[in-house]
């Protein structure tokens, strides 16, 4: 796990999804002797189960946690399977063409911008999302080159308010889900607690895209899954 400068930074907002890639992000920020603070949003996602597995994650580390509320913005991104009770969650593979359909529109720059601030307003010296190498294809928010143009958006648009060295933390772009679960399993991540499905059901669909990625990457990891899977 690289990050932007040598040594780690002290305190990190971690945008907490309530999934496996933000839980285990923000335990190796623990382990590396970061201070940290979750900060979810509520969008209106048809997965807002999501929500409480980040509140008990939080809860599990002792750290705060923040509910960021966006219901309004969501309601204005139709369009998305995520935002938009008319259109459906798609199934199959994560890296399927048909996987667009689960994009919401600038997601990751609108939580980012909200987590500068907050950053900001707390003394924390990074921001920190959990973009890995199998989103590339089909999330333009999720590649090595937004978090680059971001980070100087960031700096220009807060002159003066972040430290030189302020950055944001996103060490799973170049690693796959099965890299993730197995750091994640040697740092004691409790898997049972963390969401996937976008399908927001009770148990996990086992179909859709998130979930046949969760269930290989176990797979591919050697990891024991224990999630409860409907089909």
């Given amino acids: 796990m690289t990050m932007n400068r040598p040594d780690p930074p002290a305190y990190v907002v971690v945008l907490a999804s309530g999934g496996l890639d933000s839980t285990t992000l923000a335990y190796r920020l623990r382990d590396m002797g970061a201070k940290t603070r979750l900060l979810s ?3 209106g996602q048809r997965h807002a189960r999501e929500l409480e597995c980040a509140r008990q994650v939080a809860g599990g ?4 946690h923040d509910v960021a509320d966006l219901r309004s913005v969501g309601g204005l991104l139709r369009g998305s399977a995520l935002t938009d009770p008319l259109v459906l969650v798609p199934d199959g593979h ?16 609108v939580m980012l911008d909200i987590a500068v601030a907050v950053a900001i307003a707390n003394g924390c010296d990074a921001v920190a999302f959990g973009a890995h190498g199998g989103d590339h294809a089909v999330y333009p928010d999720c590649r090595p080159e ?32 099965a890299e993730i679960v197995r750091l994640g399993s040697r740092l004691g991540v409790p898997f049972a ?8 059901g009770t148990v996990h669909c086992g179909t859709c895209g998130t979930c046949t990625e ?18």
């Fill in 193 to 200: 607690a963390t969401w996937s499905c976008y399908k927001g």
């Fill in 146 to 177: 937004f978090v680059t143009a971001f980070t100087a958006s960031a700096m220009m648009a807060n002159q003066g308010f972040l430290p030189h060295d302020f950055q944001v933390v996103a060490p799973f772009l170049d690693c796959d889900k």
């Fill in 214 to 231: 969760r269930r290989e990457a176990f797979q591919l990891a050697g990891v024991a899954d224990p999630t409860p899977y409907a089909g």
């Fill in 41 to 43: 949003f509520d969008y």
């Fill in 94 to 109: 994560y890296a399927a063409e048909s996987m667009r359909a689960t994009v919401v529109p600038n997601r990751n720059a």
């Fill in 61 to 64: 580390l002792g750290v705060p």
